[in-house]
């Protein structure tokens, strides 16, 4: 019995309860000039911490990260080219009302990712930011947004529920391989 108590001590402590976010260390995240460069750390659950005071994440900062969630912080405006490509276990992100710009392939190849929020302070997407996101399964583009790139969301093959504004500005087929209908908010 004496051992029972220090090994359930240890099983909770190595496999959690769910109940809680992880997040790296400021040591996890390379930074230069308020641009986040790269990610070093080995959570799955990323919380980027926002006294970094990173006002972009840089290119390719994530790319082929082996993560599950992410959380970007209030302050940061754009996500650079390829910054989360090919993080194939993605599954949800959560940006911050901040955010202006998804730079070209921000989320390319990221087959699982499932949930992402649109901030209502977006006003371009990339061309090809969510190529190949074939998880994805419903998206509210808020009105707000000016542009949405070449190639966009084309390869989204799960989506169920689209909406956009009319006034939204399209690149080249921005929706290619999409087999739901799009729903216009105005």
């Known amino acids: 019995m004496r051992n029972f108590v220090p090994a359930c001590v240890l099983f909770l402590f190595l496999c959690g309860t769910g109940t809680y976010a992880q997040t790296g260390t400021k040591d996890d995240f390379v930074v230069q000039d308020r641009v986040l460069v790269k990610y070093r750390g080995t959570e799955r659950n990323v919380v980027i911490p926002a006294g970094l005071g990173i006002d972009r994440v840089g290119e390719r900062a994530f790319a082929g990260a082996f993560i599950y969630t992410v959380t970007v912080p ?5 996500i650079d080219e390829r910054a989360f490509a090919g993080c194939s276990f993605l599954k949800a992100v959560s940006l911050p009302n901040t955010l202006v710009q998804l730079g070209r392939r921000a989320f390319f190849n990221c087959f699982l990712l499932e949930q992402i929020n649109m901030p209502i302070s977006l006003l371009v997407i990339g061309d090809g930011a969510f190529f190949n996101c074939r998880s994805l399964r419903e998206l509210d583009i808020p ?15 799960g989506f169920e529920k689209l909406s956009l504004s009319r006034r939204t500005k399209l690149g080249e087929h921005p929706f290619m391989g999409v087999r739901c209908s799009i729903t216009y908010k105005d």
């Open 74 to 78: 209030m302050g940061v405006a754009y």
């Open 143 to 157: 009105g707000s947004l000016k542009s949405i790139g070449s190639r966009a969301f084309s390869g989204c093959t």
